[in-house]
T-cell receptor, first 112, second 105 residues
Framework: EAQVTQNPRYLITVTGKKLTVTCSQN?????MSWYRQDPGLGLRQIYY???????DKGDVPEGYKVSRKEKRNFPLILESPSPNQTSLYFC???????????FGPGTRLTVT | GIQVEQSPPDLILQEGANSTLRCNFS?????LQWFHQNPWGQLINLFY???GTKQNGRLSATTVATERYSLLYISSSQTTDSGVYFC???????FGEGTQLTVNP
């Protein structure tokens, strides 16, 4: 089973202070993605990456950036966080051609 | 895009009871997954089941792709089964709104 790690697990920050949430995997999977989970809105995809240097917008990309310089890492960058980005964030990896996805433990972000 | 609907939205059981959760999806899919989100927020993979039937202990799942639905069966429920159950579909995973399951001792 895929091992996905996220850091930090919890973060409280202030509006406008740039932050990065890291995601790494141990199995050389090509597909990685980021989701956010909000009460009443469920889980929604932010960005995804099919391979190194290949990224694309998901359903809610505004206010976020990603990079995929190496296969195992897929960081999520908030250049200027705002309170509406307070959420539970998940990184996921997909296994092979089936796109069966496995999720990291989640990062709970609060922006004040 | 794909629409995913789950029912019921909430379910309360006594320990030992059986239950069936349903997931309807709007289009033919090549990926259907069931997850359990535990009270600590972790998303646990239960099944990858684009078609057919699978069983894992007290849990089993069936997907009828031609009729665009999937069922998750939980037998002899335990308090540790409590949490939210999600189905999700598609290569980019569109999630349903989940079923909140509470199992009382």
């Amino acid at each position: 089973e895929a091992q996905v790690t996220q850091n930090p697990r919890y973060l409280i920050t202030v509006t406008g202070k740039k932050l990065t949430v890291t995601c790494s995997q141990n199995m050389n999977h090509e597909y990685m993605s980021w989701y956010r989970q909000d009460p009443g809105l469920g889980l929604r995809q932010i960005y995804y990456s099919m391979n190194v240097e290949v990224t694309d917008k998901g359903d809610v990309p505004e206010g976020y950036k990603v990079s995929r310089k190496e296969k195992r890492n897929f960081p999520l960058i908030l250049e200027s966080p705002s309170p509406n980005q307070t959420s539970l964030y998940f990184c996921a990896v997909a296994l092979g051609a089936t796109y069966e996805q496995y999720f990291g433990p989640g990062t709970r972000l609060t922006v004040t | 895009g794909i629409q995913v609907e789950q029912s019921p939205p909430d379910l309360i059981l006594q320990e030992g009871a059986n239950s069936t959760l349903r997931c309807n999806f709007s289009d033919s899919v090549n990926n259907l997954q069931w997850f359990h989100q535990n009270p600590w927020g972790q998303l646990i993979n239960l099944f990858y089941i684009p078609s057919g039937t699978k069983q894992n202990g007290r849990l089993s799942a069936t997907t009828v792709a031609t009729e665009r639905y999937s069922l998750l069966y939980i037998s002899s429920s335990q308090t540790t089964d409590s949490g939210v159950y999600f189905c999700a579909s598609g290569s980019r995973l569109t999630f349903g709104e989940g079923t909140q399951l509470t199992v009382n001792p």
